[in-house]
């Protein structure tokens, strides 16, 4: 026995104070990972539920936050269930805190005067994701925005997807498999 009990008590002493201290946190950090990842879950699993009730719309999320948005949404999940319309309110990207390096929030928000559009041809339903469950929210939101929506022209433009055809010119053929091609 070279040094005694004194170096053998401080070793103990210090597992377990490491030990005390690591634990929590980590169990607390196993927590946070299991609670979102069930949401990312409930989200994708509801936009396909919603997807099969309504396969011509598009689906536009409301109520994402910044945990849901980053964990799962900013990494379009939703083409693994085969489904790409899938937009935020617009506004939804003011309740989302920005991470500049891993994207912008604002380019998964469907533009004011689109919302509309899709909203009065039936070509939207809207989904509040705040909760556990997706719930339909289409009716109560289609009156919120004809009446504080003001349409304006979208910063961008993806030519190949229907609901921006109002804002090409003359020359441009009909949407296609999300593409869109322009006469000379």
């Known amino acids: 026995m070279h040094g005694g009990w004194g170096p053998r008590v401080a070793a103990v002493a210090c597992a377990v104070l490491y030990l005390g201290t690591t634990i ?3 169990l607390e950090a196993v927590g946070y ?44 999940p939703f083409r ?6 899938v937009f935020l309110t617009p506004g939804s990207d003011a309740n989302i805190q920005a991470f500049p390096d891993l994207g912008n929030p604002g380019d998964f ?6 919302t509309i559009e899709a909203l009065k041809g039936n070509k939207a339903v809207v989904y ?16 919120l925005a004809r009446s504080s929506l003001r349409p304006a022209l979208a910063q ?22 999300g593409f869109r091609w322009m006469g000379k």
């Open 128 to 143: 509040a994701a705040g909760g556990g469950r997706l719930r339909n929210i289409t009716r109560s939101y289609t009156t």
């Open 24 to 26: 929590p946190v980590g």
């Open 109 to 114: 928000v469907l533009p004011a005067a689109q």
């Open 80 to 85: 693994l269930v085969g489904v790409t319309d």
């Open 33 to 76: 990972y299991h609670d979102i990842s069930v949401r990312v879950r409930n989200l994708v699993l509801g936009v396909e539920y919603a997807h099969g009730l309504h396969p011509r719309a598009m689906i536009l999320l409301n109520g994402v936050d910044t945990d849901l948005f980053w964990s799962g949404v900013n990494d379009k």
């Open 156 to 177: 961008r433009v993806d030519v190949g997807h229907p609901v921006y055809a109002s804002q090409l010119g003359e020359g441009w053929y009909e949407s296609f498999d």
